[in-house]
């Protein structure tokens, strides 16, 4: 089962055109599964506290920065885990979502937590 279908993925950290270098881009935090999990590991064996917060992220909306918020605040650390489209279909009845999952982790990227 590839990522993708295990409702996680990665993209390209490639920066968007007229970027700069003074300033980090939000992409850089989509990371492959087993990156979140190596630095998930690290972070616990350095005594902090890891919350994972599960999103469709279909339509965007306020509710999901309430979400984020309140889940960045029970821990030191906070990794999103954006679901795939295949998990999104079926929990749609094979509708699919109406925003792909790239575009999605890159909303999601864009939260400041």
Request: contains cysteine; hydrophobic residues 35%; neutral net charge.
């Amino acid at each position: 089962m590839s990522e993708i279908d295990r409702g996680t993925g990665s993209l390209s950290s490639a920066e968007p055109e007229g970027s700069s270098e003074r300033f980090r881009s939000p992409y850089s935090k989509i990371v492959s599964e087993e990156v979140a999990i190596s630095q998930i590991e690290r972070w616990r064996l350095s005594g902090l506290k890891v919350v994972i917060a599960e999103a469709v992220l279909d339509i965007p909306h306020y509710r999901q920065a309430d979400y984020f918020l309140a889940c960045a605040n029970l821990g030191d650390k906070l990794i999103v885990r954006i679901n795939s489209d295949s998990l999104v279909s079926t929990r749609k009845d094979s509708r699919g979502p109406i925003v792909p999952w790239e575009e999605r982790a890159r909303h999601a990227a864009h939260y400041p937590y």
